[in-house]
């Protein structure tokens, strides 16, 4: 079978079982094909180098082994590489995936859909009922892609709230259990009271560097706050190049343009050496940071003042895929149940303090939440929380975007609403590729 | 002196005799066996590689699975179509000439003038070697943390400036961040390039420097007239190398500046290639991209070769 850049694309994304038959159809290098759904036998996984994760990791494979003799898990870290990204997209190339992965980026999914890399969990018979089931439709959705299939097990999320340093609110004289900055210019007069009183020498700090992630911490996040969960490309096109998406980006230019947030990155830690008051952050930061002050967490604001519960967020997911190479799928796809099954989503939840992407997550770990209080805010932000889009050419298309917010709103080279628009054009190209 | 050409003619048959491919592999085959491992070193790893990139660069071409066979159409010249066409790449081309224009000299007359000085330098020669060669075999990425600390809004540099400091700061300021990553790669370099240049002073014979000096020649004019043309052999070479190196400008850009900042002003071709390659997988378009700046790495040195030979 040979395909073009193009017929491959659409094949992998419209055949129900596009991914397994264009391992069948190969030249070897690693199973595949529709008996490997079927199959049962040992297989490898693997998680991140995070010390956490890889603890619970190492646990949960240690109870599924216990009980399976002829199906034993292996965990492996994903190897060294610049980014956990390009590690896989070497591996996926080489056929030296393993199984699972256990830290997908939602926006790195596509292309590697397109490099024929990732099985199609929709075709298992009760893959896309049990992803719909264990992290709610309408959030499981929107990861998957235009087909709606399922590349992604949507896993665990790091909501986006923004954290604060109560002692510097105080400094500045701002109240720290309710500092009233939920609106644009609620928001704006707080970063000017930290900023004058010296409290801090910037009133947050986002990194204002051009990789193409780096949006998701600072307009996409109240982009999605500000509509409602709108991502940033919808139905094939941009959606920010409009009213809300330039709200949320002339916010951020104004941030700058009055020196509230650098134009630099930070040499350190910002947050630890108090340089600065705020940060976008998710539940992690609450281990990081919680010995060394005393930490607040509020919504991301918006224009006009909304609920904090209608309030909606950035996820900052990592998700599970399983590859065209597995040759034991039935068993990589049951260890995948096993993984992100309540009680195992529990000990993860325990052990990492980050989100299971699952319904009902405050009632089903009340227990945890109760004896953990300062991870309530996000558990309860978890319910609302929206991905990047499973789109085609998903970094190009966020580089696109990244390229042309510096330009415009971090160093105010260009007007901001023809910089929107700009990007907007070369979005619409790229994703209609 | 004449003796030591005539046995050469007599021995020549001898050795033809002994080894039968001798005629048809020059005169000494056993140095192609030698040099052989080395041959497909450089076969292996850098002119497959550099070959499959420009057919890569021909071709719609993107990363699989090895399981699947996938189509890759001839496209003629379309990738270089389409890199020459985006205003990143051509401001990163802009980039880089800069970058070449500032570190290129500055690197050849600075590690001179400094392996002048140091051949002179009697007491704590190999302390004063040391302390050059340091930061050219310190990992760069230490190292650029110290620059970004020393040249950051709130750092020492501009602490000692004062009002003179640049607003915005080095590495955020459009004019300043690649003359600042030029300035810094010119002192990691340095010492290599002093150590080149160490060794071909010592070559020079001191006669000249005594005939010159008894021509009433001063310093700067023995430097001139004895040590700039005694060394142009090697400030070709030192050319050379600094505009392949620095032509393949990639840590800096990504670190110092934070991926091309500030507004893809510190961009690098090499920094494009790895983003539109690796991150965004279009290998086809960044090959192209690599093959124009192979192109334009090989004139470079072509004319940094014609004017070190000697006339």
């Given at each position: 079978m040979t395909l073009s850049r193009r017929t491959f694309a659409t094949a992998a994304l419209a055949t129900p079982i596009a991914a397994t038959a264009l391992a069948a159809c190969g030249n070897g290098g690693g199973g595949g094909g529709a008996e490997a759904q079927s199959s049962r036998g040992p297989v490898t996984i693997w998680l991140s180098n995070n010390e956490q994760e890889l603890a619970w990791g190492k646990a949960a494979v240690e109870a599924w082994n216990k009980d399976h003799a002829d199906e034993q898990v292996t965990a492996q870290e994903i190897p060294a590489g610049q980014s956990s990204e390009e590690a896989i997209t070497a591996a996926i190339t080489a056929g030296t995936?393993?199984?699972?992965?256990?830290n997908i980026s939602t926006a790195a999914a596509p292309a590697w859909v397109q490099q024929g890399g990732l099985v199609d969990l929709s075709t298992f018979e009760d893959g896309a009922s049990y992803i719909e089931e264990r992290t709610g439709a309408d959030v499981a959705k929107g990861f998957a892609d235009a087909d709606g299939k399922?590349?992604?097990?949507p896993w665990k999320s790091n909501p986006v709230m923004v954290m604060y340093n109560k002692d510097l609110f105080e400094k500045a004289?701002?109240?720290?259990?309710?500092?009233?900055?939920?609106?644009f210019e609620g928001f704006l007069a707080g970063c000017r009271k930290i900023v004058e009183s010296g409290a801090a020498k910037s009133a947050i700090w986002p990194a204002p560097t051009s990789e193409f992630f780096q949006s998701w911490f600072d307009f996409y996040p109240l982009y999605l706050a500000q509509t409602g969960g709108t991502q940033l490309v919808e139905d094939g096109k941009a959606t920010f190049a409009d009213e809300d998406g330039l709200a949320v980006a002339n916010f951020w230019a104004q941030i700058y343009s009055e020196g509230l947030a650098p134009q630099e990155a930070s040499t350190d830690d910002a947050m630890a050496k108090q340089a600065t008051a705020m940060q976008a952050a998710g539940p992690w930061a609450i281990a990081s940071y919680k010995d060394s002050f005393a930490l607040g967490l509020m919504p991301v604001p918006t224009a006009e003042a909304k609920d904090p519960s209608e309030i909606t967020t950035y996820a900052d997911s990592k998700n599970v895929s399983m590859f065209t190479t597995s040759k034991n799928q039935a068993t990589a796809w049951d260890f995948l149940k096993f993984a992100t099954s309540e009680e195992q989503d529990g000990a993860f939840l325990e052990t990492s303090g980050q989100m299971p992407l699952r319904t009902d997550l405050v009632t089903t770990y009340a227990d945890y939440f109760t004896d953990h209080p300062e991870y309530a805010d996000f558990a309860d932000q978890a319910s609302r929380v929206v991905d990047v889009p499973n789109v085609p050419n998903s970094i190009e298309v966020w580089q696109a975007f990244r390229d042309q917010y510096s330009s415009s709103?971090?160093?105010?080279?260009?007007d901001v609403e023809s910089a929107l628009q700009a990007a907007a054009e070369k979005i619409d190209q790229l994703v209609a590729e | 002196m004449s003796t030591a050409t005539t046995p050469t003619p007599a021995r020549r048959p001898a050795s033809r005799s002994r080894l039968p491919l001798g005629g048809k592999l020059g005169p000494q085959p056993l140095g192609l066996l030698l040099a052989a491992p080395y041959v497909l070193f450089l076969a292996a790893v850098m002119a497959w590689p550099l070959l499959q990139a420009v057919w890569i660069s021909f071709h719609d071409y993107f990363f699989t699975a090895p399981t699947a066979v996938v189509e890759h159409p001839f496209v003629g010249f379309e990738n270089y179509v389409t890199a020459v066409t985006d205003p990143q790449v051509r401001q990163s081309f802009v980039n880089i000439a800069v970058f070449l224009v500032i570190n290129v000299p500055l690197t050849a007359i600075l590690s001179l003038v400094l392996a002048s000085a140091l051949n002179r330098v009697v007491r704590f020669a190999s302390v004063f070697r040391v302390a050059f060669y340091v930061p050219y075999v310190t990992a760069s990425v230490s190292l650029i943390g110290v620059w970004m600390l020393l040249f950051s809004s709130d750092g020492l540099v501009n602490t000692i400036l004062g009002p003179l400091a640049p607003d915005p700061s080095w590495l955020v300021n459009s004019s300043l961040a690649m003359p600042s990553i030029a300035l810094y790669v010119t002192w990691k370099q340095l010492g290599f390039y002093i150590l080149l240049y160490l060794a071909a002073l010592q070559n020079i014979p001191k006669e000249l420097y005594e005939s010159a000096s008894m021509d009433g020649a001063g310093a700067i004019a023995r430097f001139r007239h004895v040590t700039v043309p005694g060394v142009r052999s090697v400030t070709a070479l030192v050319l050379i190398l600094a505009i392949i190196t620095g032509a393949n400008l990639f840590t800096e850009p990504y670190l110092l500046t934070n991926g091309g900042g500030p507004d893809g002003a510190s961009t690098s071709p090499v920094l494009l290639i790895y983003q539109k390659g690796?991150?965004?997988?279009?290998?086809d378009v960044a090959s192209a991209i690599g093959v124009l700046l192979v192109i334009g790495i090989g004139l470079l040195s072509m004319l940094a070769a014609r004017a070190g030979k000697e006339d």
């Open positions: 995936t393993p199984d699972l992965i256990f399922y590349y992604l097990l004289g701002l109240d720290p259990e309710k500092p009233g900055m939920d609106t709103v971090i160093f105010a080279k260009s | 690796i991150q965004q997988t279009n290998p």
